[in-house]
Every structure is written in C-alpha cells, then in structure tokens.
C-alpha cells in the first residue's frame, strides 16, 4: 500500500489554504481548481484526488478564493482572477523543493476548467497537461488558442449543453486534445459508476502527459 504524506499549506501570496497530499515515489503533481460555488472540500475532487494518490500521482487541493471573495458571488465567475489565483498554485508548487522536480499537471471542474486553461496558457513551460471534468473551456475564451498543455475534456453525455460548448472549444485549441463522453451522466458525474470513468480517463491522460513524459525525458537526459 501507497504510503501517504498529507499536510495543509497556504498557496502563493494569496495564503490560500489547501491540501497538499504526497505518496511515496511521486509519479507526478496535480493542481485541482474547483468549480464555482464549491471549495478545495468538493467531495468529487477530494474523490478523484484520493484514486490519483493511489496510483501515485501528489495532489495540491486549494481555495480559489478567500472567505470574503467566496461571499461575493461576482468572484467565482471571474475567470481572469480564478486563472491567476490557479496560476499562483502553480508557481508556488515549482518553488517547493519536494514538488519543483515533478511535472505538473491541472484538474479543473466546471468554472475551474476555464480558470485551469488560462493558467496553461499563461504558463506553457510549468503546466504539462490539463484534464477538465464537466468544465466550460469556453469561458477561457481568447486563451483557448494559447493553451500548449495536452488536454482532456471530460464530458457527461447527458450534459448536452456544455457537451456542445466543449465541442465548440475544442476545435479552437491547437494543442493535443481529446474529448472524452460518459455515457448517462448529468453535469455533476452523480450516477453510479460516471465519476469511476472520469478518474480511469483523467488518469490515463496524467499516466501518459505527467509519469510516462516524465521518465522519458529523464533516460534522454
């Protein structure tokens, strides 16, 4: 069994508080953005981060937003401040020791799919892949053509409007994509059985673009 370092952290200059869990021979590093309205205690994400931990991937669950910015619901529909608050976690993250060595990756949901794309964007050289789940790349929106990460979009198949927005954002992107459907799961993956398929999809993606990328690089080197 995975041996397991878990700790609270406060995140970038924000002093965002989060969840920093680390295995032993991490294979990889995931940032997770919540959605809108939710927090680093999102039951799904905590869910999918716990699978990644077991096939050895570390996890950074974090607050986009302070307690007072959380009250004010402008906030969590501000894209541009959520991207600069998931880009803050990354740059915090490359300057840990423990953590600078491994590639690192984004897992947004929902609004914090777009927030986790504008990240990717702004920093091409520290975000080697994207993963979103039932996310709005479209809100991205002129960030979408600077994304260089592989990317994953998750969606539910019964999720048909924000099916057609991922498909729209999709071909907008340049980079490796792919569009992942779940068949008979709604927008929140709440049917049994559609949140498994999301974690065997995102952990493909981070097995391919994180772990596998990784030890590549390093017998070149």
Do not use: Y
Not at 74 to 84: A, H, K, S, T, Y
Not at 153 to 178: F, H, P, T
């Amino acid at each position: 069994m995975q041996q397991m370092r878990t700790r609270t952290v406060l995140v970038g200059s924000s002093r965002l508080p989060g969840t920093l869990t680390e295995p032993e021979n991490c294979r990889g590093l995931v940032v997770f953005a919540h959605g809108s309205g939710s927090s680093r205690l999102s039951p799904r994400n905590t869910f999918v981060a716990e699978q990644l931990n077991s096939k050895g991937f570390a996890t950074l669950l974090f607050d986009l937003l302070n307690e007072e910015e959380a009250n004010d619901r402008r906030n969590v529909f501000d894209i541009p401040l959520l991207g600069g608050r998931v880009l803050e976690a990354v740059s915090w993250a490359t300057d840990q020791p423990d953590l600078k060595v491994l590639r690192l990756g984004i897992f947004g949901a929902s609004t914090g799919a777009a927030a986790a794309l504008v990240a990717a964007a702004k920093a091409p050289d520290l975000v080697a892949a994207v993963v979103s789940r039932g996310g709005r790349p479209d809100l991205a929106d002129r960030f979408l053509e600077g994304v260089r990460a592989p990317t994953l979009l998750i969606v539910g198949g019964d999720d048909q409007e924000v099916l057609e927005l991922n498909r729209a954002a999709e071909q907008r992107m340049s980079c490796r994509k792919s569009l992942t459907i779940v068949p008979g799961a709604s927008h929140l993956f709440e049917e049994p059985g559609t949140l498994a398929k999301v974690v065997s999809a995102a952990s493909r993606w981070f097995d391919t673009h994180l772990a596998r990328a990784g030890l590549d690089e390093a017998t070149i080197q």
